[in-house]
């Protein structure tokens, strides 16, 4: 799952870094106000996956959103950001979705527009589901299984609804064979074979091949119900069609947006959605220092990207607001990995020399520090996904012994490369993405001690699909090294490592296994999941997934990523939800106080 892009320059990633190291003093020191009981706050970490101020929340008042980022698309096809993902929920409904709970328990699938889980039939293929009565969009007219149908044939529409997840249609039409809602030659253009819609209330799933995380797929807001007469295709994301609590009432691109109430939505139809505010607004900002005063100042509730408070904001708000702070682990890896196309990385020592090389500690400071940067990453499996053994597992000493560099192992792993001398390579990172760039400078300043020679090139962070995402420009480039993080799109090792590590997601744009991992293993671990279907032994081929990558040195874990997130004075029934990679889940919050 991606992350929003935020603008940056060298010069700011340097003062970034500068506000970084008064920052780890300060959060050393504890700030000063932990508890927050003068200013009515919480307290710190009293939301981080548990929830806060459950019994202050009231009916009505406007909720108020800030934001230094719009979303890629509020089309529930197209978006793929995670804060996009967590706020379409105000209007949009799924077959099932998270549950609306703190911590893992917001991991799980439940029933939302469905009366229940899916009935699963021959082997895992067929998934069943009847949809509850009463379930309506906002001009009253119920929500059929035909509009279940259609949302999900939209993902097919990729030359005019790109952007989003494709899960579902590399699952239910692997060949492909499938063109779309928009040149379906059927008169009702739900010609898809794969979904049949028997009646109103009915959907059947027939998938090719079984595959253990389908339900978690049909979670994802991409799987969102599309009324027919209401797609207006590439501009969809201007003003969706709610089935949710809230409709649109106006949307400005990069200014502001206000959700109402739908009046057409029923409590009684949704076991999912409380719908507290009367009101839900989003201003969007230029500057993220701008919109961090403005949230310390009680001005908005909390930050819709959700990925933290930038350094001058935290530096003041951990030591004067500690109360309304939350510290939860992102669900991010952030990390380096290396293309095996790009000389001498094809070489797996010479890959494990910069894995020892590299000074964990400077790299975990230049991102932030253990507080605002996260704790040193292991290994390429996040916490939250099942399978993950955490710091536990670390095959290179990472955290351990080699936290600070092992230049003598280093050498060693040069020596076995046929380099004992070193080499150049070149580190891409994006110019967008200050901690990046901080932290490219920490691994090229450490790198230096073993005598591998590293120049930073800074591309356009807004061009990642053309420039990182094209195998030929990296190779081309020479980026030994490649600068990134990633998140689950749903919490599985499916989810997360398929796009990256298994060698049929390896395309000529857009590509995200760069590292260009070609391993049977690997590929036949992942064939393996996706037909288990018990939870444990799900988690152990997880595991081994992990273990599998680790060992082929393909990537370097820089953290497990932390936040410093802020929530307001008035907001109630707050927490955070692994579910939405440690974000607050939005869909039930509320205000204590309604003026």
């Not at 780890?24 to 009981?37: H, I, Q, V, Y």
């Not at 069943?128 to 059929?144: E, F, M, N, S, V």
């Not at 928009?182 to 794969?194: Q, R, S, V």
Request: net charge positive; hydrophobic share 35%; proline share 5%.
């Amino acid at each position: 799952m991606t992350t929003q892009r935020t603008s940056g320059r060298r010069k700011q990633a340097l003062a970034a870094a500068a506000v970084v190291a008064g920052l780890l003093t300060t959060a050393a020191c504890g700030g000063s106000n932990d508890g927050g009981s003068k200013n009515g706050a919480a307290g710190f970490d009293a939301a981080n996956k548990k929830v806060a101020q459950a019994s202050l929340v009231k009916k009505g008042g406007t909720l108020k959103f800030g934001a230094a980022q719009d979303a890629d698309s509020w089309d529930t096809t197209r978006g793929y950001y995670g804060f996009m993902w967590d706020f379409a929920r105000y209007y949009s409904r799924q077959l099932v979705t998270n549950k609306a709970e703190p911590g893992k328990s917001g991991a799980q699938v439940t029933p939302d527009l469905a009366t229940g889980l899916a009935k699963i039939t021959d082997g895992g293929k067929t998934y069943t589901y009847t949809l509850r009565d009463g379930a309506t969009w906002q001009d009253g007219k119920p929500i059929t299984s035909k509009d279940v149908k259609y949302g999900i044939e939209r993902v097919w529409a990729q030359d005019v609804l790109s952007g989003g997840p494709t899960y579902l249609k590399d699952v239910l039409d692997p060949d492909g064979k499938y063109q779309g809602p928009y040149k379906d030659k059927a008169a009702d253009h739900l010609g898809l074979k794969a979904i049949d819609t028997p009646d109103d209330k009915t959907i059947v799933f027939h998938l090719p091949k079984a595959n253990s995380d389908f339900e978690e797929m049909l979670s994802l807001v991409s799987a969102s119900p599309v009324r027919q007469d209401k797609d207006t295709k590439s501009k969809y994301g201007l003003l969706p069609f709610s089935s949710g609590p809230y409709k649109f009432q106006s949307y400005n691109p990069g200014k502001d947006l206000t959700l109402v109430r739908n009046p057409q939505w029923k409590a009684s139809s949704d076991p999912i959605r409380k719908a507290y505010p009367n009101q839900i607004t989003i201003k969007f900002f230029s500057n993220a220092n701008d919109l961090d005063q403005r949230l310390i100042a009680g001005d908005y509730d909390l930050d819709l990207n959700q990925t933290g408070l930038s350094p001058q904001g935290r530096t003041i708000a951990l030591k004067q607001h500690k109360g309304n702070l939350d510290n939860p682990v992102s669900g991010y890896i952030r990390y380096a990995v290396f293309p095996q196309s790009v000389k001498p990385m094809d070489n797996i020592h010479c890959r494990n020399a910069v894995i020892y090389g590299a000074d964990h500690v400077s790299i975990q400071t230049a991102r932030g520090g253990p507080v605002a940067g996260g704790d040193i990453g292991t290994n390429m499996l996040p916490p939250s996904v099942p399978g993950s053994e955490g710091q536990s597992y670390d095959p290179y000493q990472i955290a351990g012994a080699n936290k600070g560099g092992n230049v003598a192992k280093a050498k060693e792993e040069l020596k076995a490369c046929g380099k004992p001398n070193g080499f150049s390579t070149t580190i891409a990172v994006r110019n967008n993405k200050p901690v990046e760039v901080a932290t490219a400078e920490s691994l090229q300043a450490s790198l230096k001690k073993i005598g591998v020679n590293v120049q930073i090139d800074q591309y356009d962070g807004s061009q990642t699909t053309g420039i990182i995402g094209s195998p030929s420009n990296v190779k081309k480039k020479g980026y030994g090294i490649i600068i990134m993080g990633w998140g689950a799109d749903f919490p599985t090792v499916q989810g997360f490592g398929l796009p990256l590590w298994n060698s049929k997601y390896i395309v000529q744009s857009g590509n995200n296994n760069y590292a260009l991992i070609k391993d049977k293993t690997i590929d036949g671990l992942f064939s393996d999941y996706v037909n288990a279907q018990d939870a444990s032994k799900k988690a152990q081929i997880a595991t081994q997934i992990n273990h599998k990558v680790m060992e082929g040195g393909y990537y370097m874990p820089f953290t497990f990523e932390r936040f410093i997130n802020w929530r307001s004075n008035r907001l109630a029934n707050v927490y955070t939800s692994d579910g939405y990679s440690g974000m607050y889940d939005f869909v039930n919050l509320g205000l204590k106080s309604t003026k």
